[in-house]
């Protein structure tokens, strides 16, 4: 059998809504482990949020940052920061809406504001804890994504950064990456790393910043409990996050045949 590259979104798609990884996903991933494929996480969070993840699956390859850093078997092969001149203008501009930014760096993050109730809502939905106030941590030190808290209603304000996507993940942040970056560029970087072609690619995701990257694979698998967009965009809907969907998906497709 063919290996294969095979990319797993963290939220909503390895872990449920407990923010647990179901024993089926674990069994179906150490599988295709065993069968040879190259299995990569790939997330918005940071590299230091997806550790426990990594350890939990014996997996040592992953996209973060929305592709911004991107790891192969422990080795850093791509990194995306945001330009420091841009983000000392978003800041000036959240600043004037009322609207808190968390820097987010290589090893950790920082906030612009000493406390919000949006970020403690929004951070605190991931299972970490909300980072620390030190408005002056983009200065001198790569940045590879922003999370900006608001309501989507307000994004328009941010139009005028055509440096910058935005892509919401929760009802009260978005990320700000810079334009063009998403998932899929990131996984663009594993290929051209290794010997493999789009065609070998697998990429399971629910969310709207797995769009780029369901679009982008050869075959791109949305959770059963994905965003509507995002089941419309994929070759393959599989069975929601709690009901073994990684499971049913991998068994269905013939990835370990």
């Keep these: 059998m063919d290996k294969k590259l ?40 940071a590299p230091f949020m997806v550790s426990p993840v990594l350890e939990e699956l014996g997996i040592d390859s992953f996209v973060s940052y929305n592709g911004q850093y991107v790891v192969f078997e422990g080795e850093v092969i791509y990194k995306n920061p945001l330009s420091g001149q841009s983000l000392e203008a ?16 290589e090893e950790d993050m920082r906030s612009s504001v000493d406390d919000h109730p949006f970020i403690h809502e929004g951070i605190g939905s991931l299972k970490v804890d909300p980072p620390q106030f030190d408005r002056s941590y983009y200065k001198g030190r790569d940045i590879f994504q922003v999370l900006l808290f608001c309501e989507e209603a307000d994004e328009r304000q941010y139009g005028r950064f055509s440096e910058f996507d935005l892509v919401r993940w929760h009802e009260r942040s978005t990320d700000v990456l810079p334009a063009g970056g998403s998932k899929a560029e990131g996984i663009k970087k594993v290929i051209e790393k290794l010997p493999f072609e789009r065609e070998d690619t697998y990429a399971f995701g629910d969310g709207l910043n797995d769009l780029q990257m369901i679009e982008f694979a050869g075959t791109g698998v949305a959770m059963g409990n994905a965003v509507p967009e995002l089941k419309k965009a994929a070759d393959f809907i599989t069975k929601p996050v709690d009901e073994d969907g990684i499971a049913f998906a991998v068994e269905a497709l013939g990835l370990l045949k």
């Design 6 to 45: 095979i990319f797993f979104d963290i939220d909503g798609t390895i872990y449920d809504h407990d923010k647990t990884i179901p024993a089926s996903a674990k069994t179906a991933i150490s599988n295709l482990k065993e069968r040879g494929h190259h299995v990569f996480i790939a997330t918005g969070r």
């Design 90 to 105: 978003l800041l000036a501009h959240s600043d004037q809406c009322g609207h808190p930014v968390v820097f987010m760096g």
